[in-house]
């Protein structure tokens, strides 16, 4: 029975900040949408990447084919963001973002730049 309480204290002890996620969207206008999964762990990292422009990408979901993402490449600290996405083959960048966090404004977002297509975005990233 000891066992038993200990196990499912465990289980409800399971940290509630394990995943935390970001949404960059253009500061004004129309354009690509990304909502970005953070993983907290001993560093935290991207672990999953959705954006939406018109049609819905994704990583990690086989089911959309090509229309699939890739974390090419990311970098998260206290200062910035930044992330590549590319095809589910690794063959082209998708999209580039580059983000710094702005601690001193309210909420902390990152303000940056998302490149797609040969067109640059101003973004701002924040808790979702």
């Not at 404004?105 to 067109?119: C, E």
Request: glycine share 10%.
């Amino acid at each position: 029975m000891r066992y038993a309480i200990a196990a499912a204290a465990l289980a409800c002890a399971a940290p509630a900040f394990a995943t935390g996620g970001l949404q960059c969207r253009p500061v004004s206008g129309k354009g690509p949408i990304l909502h970005l999964v953070i993983g907290h762990a001993v560093t935290p990292s991207i672990v999953s990447v959705r954006m939406t422009d018109g049609l819905s990408y994704d990583s990690g979901n086989e089911r959309m084919g090509s229309h699939g993402l890739a974390i090419a490449r990311s970098w998260l600290d206290e200062t910035r963001l930044w992330l590549d996405l590319a095809d589910p083959e690794m063959t082209r960048i998708e999209g580039r973002l580059r983000a710094a966090f702005q601690p001193k404004l309210r909420g902390r977002p990152a303000l940056g730049t998302f490149v797609r297509n040969g067109r640059t975005y101003k973004v701002r990233c924040i808790e979702a």
